[in-house]
């Protein structure tokens, strides 16, 4: 059973930065993609940020290229998103994904597993 547990969401000003951990278990980040997607109310779930090691291949949301940095630890199983530069608007719920595919996918539908998400807010 692949479960994936996000961590190191909190409430910052803008500017701060903030990382974000997904620890995987029940799958390799090697026979896996991994992606990264936030919510905010209740609106739709978007890409953010994914991750595939079979390249490795990256691709970045527009809205967060050149300040969010996702990388992957297979050593420690752990997929992280380094956020810099936050934006009131960055806030949201965070959600971690894996997909059995190991090309990258930004559509919700491409991932199979998904975590509980980490709450990031930025204040201004």
């Known amino acids: 059973q692949v479960q994936l547990v996000e961590s190191g969401g909190g409430l910052v000003q803008a500017g701060a930065s903030l990382r974000l951990s997904c620890a995987a278990s029940g799958r390799t980040l090697s026979t896996s993609s991994m992606g990264w997607f936030r919510q905010y109310g209740g609106k739709e779930r978007k890409f953010v940020a994914a991750?595939?090691?079979?390249?490795?291949?990256?691709y970045y949301a527009d809205s967060v290229k050149g300040r969010f940095t996702i990388s992957g630890d297979n050593a420690k199983n752990t997929v992280y998103l380094q956020m810099n530069s936050l934006k009131p608007e960055d806030t949201a719920v965070y959600y971690c994904a894996a997909s059995n595919d190991l090309r990258i996918g930004t559509e919700r539908g491409w991932y199979e597993y998904w975590g509980q998400g980490t709450q990031v807010t930025v204040s201004s």
């Open positions: 991750i595939s090691e079979s390249g490795p291949y990256i």
